[in-house]
């Protein structure tokens, strides 16, 4: 169990896939931030067997959710406020994301146009499947 009394204000992710916390770390822009953020590999967790953790020092504004929602939408972010969990947050599937991956077809706008942001939205659900707005293109997990 994650002893969060040292965690005054702030955000800890947790129920990360094992293995994907340094991931997540550079995808959130951590570590561009001037907080504290500890992260914990490989916990021992009842239902997913192995876990990794995220503590981050902090105001949530700083964390994109549509961004770890894409990353891993299994995730829980714990609010913490005086040192007790205020809040529980379940992440979904964002129906749009904006530069988070890249088009890879070599026509579409987006090679050409290099300052045109990369957009995407989530065409199947079920396959987690996201398609570039302008091309089409597919992208899958």
Known sequence: MLNISGLREGI???HIQAGKSLDIYYHLGLDKLECQVAII???KSSKM????IIKIEGPLDSISLEVLGYIDH???VNIIRDDKIVEKKR???PKKIT???H???PRCITSIEQELPHIFYLADKKTETYRCMYCEEKYGK
């Open 12 to 14: 800890v992710l947790d």
């Open 41 to 43: 590999k490989n916990a």
């Open 49 to 52: 067997g192995r876990k990794d």
């Open 74 to 76: 299994n995730i829980t």
């Open 91 to 93: 992440l979904e599937l």
């Open 99 to 101: 530069n988070v991956i």
């Open 103 to 105: 088009c890879k077809n």
